[in-house]
């Protein structure tokens, strides 16, 4: 994937690591349209940012996400890159099932099902395209999992291989995989994590995930240093030691 010149759609960025990364891309000169469920969000993000594209969509409906991809795919001819930045985290506890089955089946249809639906809308698409980038969106709890989140650390996990996958299974076409595995973040993913000493500020984040885009353009997975404590645990040989770690130090892992 090159850094400039590109068409991207990113569903999930009204806010957060979405939003950020779609202000960015934007000013490394690609045409970028962001996408989210709120239409008065998205009028009030792209009237204090006009240069940005806004298309409304709710993921976890699979009528919102084919209505989207054709007003995308009609407006935006050169459409290559798809960023599928939509994501939900829930602190759960599995001891009874009426605390946890309804909050998994949520994370589920929109972590799970979302990116399978996404890129059945916009594979064909991105088919015609010389060179095209679907980006996935994993996190650093599918490698090692914080305990107070079984779910999404599940069904990141899941995204992980899904990519791993389509980069085999899509190999014959024009369309390159890239997983983007994001440590904590300072977001608003779940309560407390904006002001969390244990997440990595925003613009830092951002910053390196765009300088590895530029600087490392065939990079399957895009790992900026601080994710790569989870991610390669199991690699070095000390993942016990990495969950222990991680439970031990996150704000939510005692709740």
Known sequence: MRISGNTIFIPGSTSGI??????????????????GRRK???????????????????VSDPASISAAAEKV????????VLIGMAGIMQIEDWHRPESFLESAESVVTTNVLGPIRLIAAFVEHL??????????????????????????NGSKAFVHMLTESLRLQLADTSIELKELV????????IPGQRDSSFAMPLE??????????????????????????????EA????????ATLNDSDPHAGD
């Open 127 to 152: 088919r015609t395209r010389s060179e095209a980038t679907i980006v996935t969106v994993s996190s650093g709890l599918g490698f090692a999992p914080l305990k107070v989140t079984p779910s999404y």
């Open 204 to 233: 830092e984040f951002v910053g390196e995930v765009v300088d590895i885009l530029e600087n490392d353009p065939d990079a399957k997975e895009i790992l900026v240093d601080r994710v790569k404590f989870l991610r390669y645990g």
């Open 236 to 243: 070095r040989g000390d993942y016990d030691d990495v969950v």
């Open 18 to 35: 979405g939003l950020a990364l779609a202000l960015a891309l934007r000013a490394k000169g690609n045409t970028v349209i962001i996408g």
């Open 40 to 58: 008065q969000l998205l009028d009030d993000i792209t009237a204090e940012h006009p240069e940005l594209g806004a298309v409304q969509i709710d």
């Open 182 to 189: 994001p440590p904590s973040v300072a977001t608003d993913l």
């Open 73 to 80: 795919i009609a407006d935006y001819r050169d459409l290559n």
